[in-house]
């Protein structure tokens, strides 16, 4: 969060999407700035592109136009060269122990937050679960997400790492919302904070 005169901004920390724009009362703008120290990327920590292109990638999605546009993205990009999309958190834990038990190399994990029967949240804590009964390294883990990321959310990404979130946001081009999923996949991918 940051605020400039009168305006007080929140921007994804990952892909700097301005979520949301306050004009705050004369009396409110005179304060210090209010910042919270969220350590972003610098931008050398993310190659300019992606390093190597995705095998297989997971999406569990609800909306069936934003699954089907995510699943096109990534394949046409060259991010990925399969998507597995499911509706929601139950069917990606199925799909994930149908990959494990086929030996499918599962390279991201996309999970939107608010799903119907299991959230991705839950399904992501569900999949760290099994990782580490299993002795597996931890599956990179992308969350899509309309909400802001408050402190509850913060903890869990760290929680959950590593892991990410992109926010959806609200009246933006498939092509802004394909470049900045492009750049939290590189930060994430790469390591980067």
Known sequence: ??????????????????????????EAAAAAPMSFNVPDAAPSDVPATMARQLGTVLAAEDTPLIRQALEKLL????????VVSVEHGFDALVAFHQALRQQVKLDLLIFDVNMP??????????VRA???????????????TSNICDEPFSRALEYLAPAR??????????AELGERLVQVLRNLLSGGA
């Open 130 to 144: 099994v990782e580490k009964a299993l002795n597996l390294p931890p599956h990179p883990i992308l969350f899509f």
């Open 75 to 82: 394949v046409e990009r060259g991010v990925a060269r399969k």
């Open 117 to 126: 029967i299991l959230d991705g949240i839950n399904a992501a804590v569900c």
């Open 165 to 174: 979130y992109l926010n959806k946001g609200t009246g933006n081009s498939g």
């Open 1 to 26: 969060m940051t605020q400039t005169g009168n305006k007080r901004q929140v921007r994804c920390r990952n892909c700097k999407f301005l979520v949301s724009e306050k004009i705050l009362p004369a």
